[in-house]
């Protein structure tokens, strides 16, 4: 794996609509955040990798020119990481790549989005080639409505009993962003309001998707000397793994997720893994989709095929439960996409160093972060622990 | 008191020509005929819809053109009740993934020919599992919505 890495301080904004600020403006009080966080200064940082979604979501193409001074980022080497939804993930596994290289001590990894400003289902369906897929994505909702199917129909689960666990999970993720000071949606729902809100692609209906957030996440990551150096909890990167599908959507079995599965695996390895549901504490998994979700357990090894739904009722993954799942509200709250994936990682760190605040899950010491993208495509996976 | 503070309204349209090819201008060319075309792997033998250059898995060349099925099974589908750009057709529409008959992978596409309006009809009548067969456009342009959707075979 390289030199030993760790997660030594996060900031965030607070995710919302973010008119009051310009692009750029928001970017530094993320960046600000995680220097106020940290003590760290721009002297202290030895390159600067960050991204966005795809650029076109603000209209901006070169976002790390737009954003050099914001990301302080002159005179110092920088990169730029895309992947679309897992693009906040790739962003932290740069990082990574870079300090266990020995090529760096210390870098800045800024991911950031302000999806309020453009057309951001437009912009979505901007990452398929005008040929045959683009007519058929129908924002992100339709494809990741249409795996869902496939992995309900793949296990025989009742429509009943995954919209009944779905709503479980919205309920429960809605109720956790209240305990997130920077989570965007804040309201108190019921299953009821849940299973009856509009459909916007069935079965996914207005409370099993994500909202159009601006926000950005700054998380800066060290080397075992640096990071020791600096005489703070730090969260030790214990393994990644990242993987992609086949370009087109009906080439790469969906239900049986093999990026998803594969990506978990290498980072499993790395971190010496057995058991994820034992030995995980905590997991933030990347969840713009309530139906979704419960798949993704099943691919971390959480639940075994088909039985995720079972388990979710069962409480399996709510805040008490055996693995908590997304204590900060998740991506279903609040998804500055760009900065998603590294909000995982960010909220990772927080859980283990124990400064998850009202979302604390006591104790936590082992979690996993996770992020996903593409036109059901890309997955990326990141174990941190309080131990190196 | 929230500040309200000035924005600008801009606009990014930006002019492409994009080159289809030799594989899939032939695949598209298809269409005029009504004719769906795969291209079979001669190392893993699987028929991939759309035709490719070559194999995603194998990474050769796949130049063994076959005429697919029109007709194949519904994989997964999805309700769109909501209004994305770009799209086919207003909503709210059916998208399937088909596994046509006698290929190896899911080709997306719209399924109709029956109200859809109501969610409750349209559960009705689209089950995964069902067989659907292509319908055509009158008029076809060598494009991917020459295919108007693919209806189930009663
Ligand atoms: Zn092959």
């Known amino acids: 794996m390289g030199r030993a890495v760790a997660v030594v301080g996060v900031g965030q904004t607070r995710h919302g609509r973010r008119m009051d600020v310009s692009y750029p403006e928001l970017v530094r009080e993320g960046v600000m955040a995680v220097f106020e966080d940290t003590g760290l200064t721009p002297d202290d940082i030895d390159g600067v990798v960050s991204g966005t979604m795809p650029s076109m ?57 302000k999806m309020n400003e453009g057309d951001s289902q437009a912009t979505m369906t901007t990452v398929a080639e005008p040929f045959y897929q683009r007519p058929f994505i ?26 009944e666990a779905a709503a479980y999970i919205s309920k429960t993720h809605h109720d956790s962003a209240f305990d997130n000071p920077y989570a965007h949606i804040k309201i108190r729902t019921t299953i009821e309001q849940i299973v009856n809100a509009r ?16 926000g950005v996440c700054a998380v800066i990551f060290a080397s075992e000397e640096k990071a020791r150096k600096m005489g703070r909890k730090v969260a030790w990167v214990k393994g990644i793994g990242y993987r992609g599908d086949e370009y087109f959507f009906g080439d790469s079995d969906k239900a049986e997720w093999v990026s998803a599965i594969e990506a978990a695996k290498q980072a499993y390895a790395q971190a010496g893994i057995k058991n994820p549901r034992k030995e995980l504490d905590v997991a933030e998994v990347y969840n713009p989709f309530t139906f979704q979700e419960m798949m993704l357990y099943e691919c971390f090894g959480f639940a075994a095929p088909g039985e995720a739904p079972d388990l979710v009722l069962k409480g399996t993954f709510a805040r008490q439960g055996e693995l908590p799942c997304d204590p900060s509200g998740g991506v279903l709250c609040t998804n500055p996409i760009g900065a998603s994936g590294l909000i995982r990682v960010a909220e990772a760190a927080l859980q283990v160093t124990g400064k998850g605040g009202a979302h604390q899950v006591p104790g936590a010491r082992l979690a996993l972060a996770h992020a996903m993208g593409g036109v059901a495509q890309f997955n990326g996976v990141m174990i941190l622990g309080s131990e190196l | ?20 090819g030799a594989t899939w201008t032939r695949f598209f060319e298809g269409f005029k005929e009504r004719k769906i075309y795969g291209t079979k792997c001669p190392q893993c033998a ?102 108007r959707y693919f209806e189930p075979i009663k």
């Open chain 1, 57 to 113: 979501m603000e209209g901006v193409a070169l976002t790390h020119f737009y954003f050099a001074d914001a990301i302080q980022a002159v005179g110092k080497p920088v990169l730029k990481t895309e992947t679309c939804g897992s693009t906040g993930m790739s962003i932290a596994h740069t990082a990574y790549y870079w300090i266990a290289s020995g090529m760096a001590d210390v870098i800045l990894a800024v991911g950031h989005e």
């Open chain 1, 138 to 163: 129908s924002g992100a909702p339709g494809v990741f409505s249409m795996q869902s199917a496939i992995w309900k129909d793949r296990f025989g689960l009742s429509d009943e009993k995954v919209r």
């Open chain 1, 199 to 214: 459909i916007i692609t069935y079965p996914v209906r207005l409370l099993d998707v994500c909202p159009n957030s601006d």
């Open chain 2, 1 to 20: 008191m929230v500040k309200e503070y000035k924005t600008i309204k801009t606009q990014v349209a930006l002019p492409y020509e994009i080159a289809y």
């Open chain 2, 46 to 147: 699987r028929i991939l819809v759309p035709a490719r250059a070559f194999c995603p898995r194998c990474f050769v060349d796949t130049e063994d053109w076959v005429e697919v099925s029109q007709e194949g099974s519904l994989v997964s589908w999805n309700y769109v009740n909501y209004r994305y750009f770009g799209m086919p057709t207003e909503p709210p529409y059916v998208g399937g993934l088909i596994r046509l008959d006698g290929t190896d992978v899911g080709f997306l596409h719209l399924i109709g020919g029956f109200g859809l309006s109501d969610l409750e009809e349209v559960k009705k009548n689209v089950k995964s599992g069902m067989k659907v067969r292509a319908v055509w456009s009158d008029e076809r342009q060598g494009n991917i919505m020459d295919i």
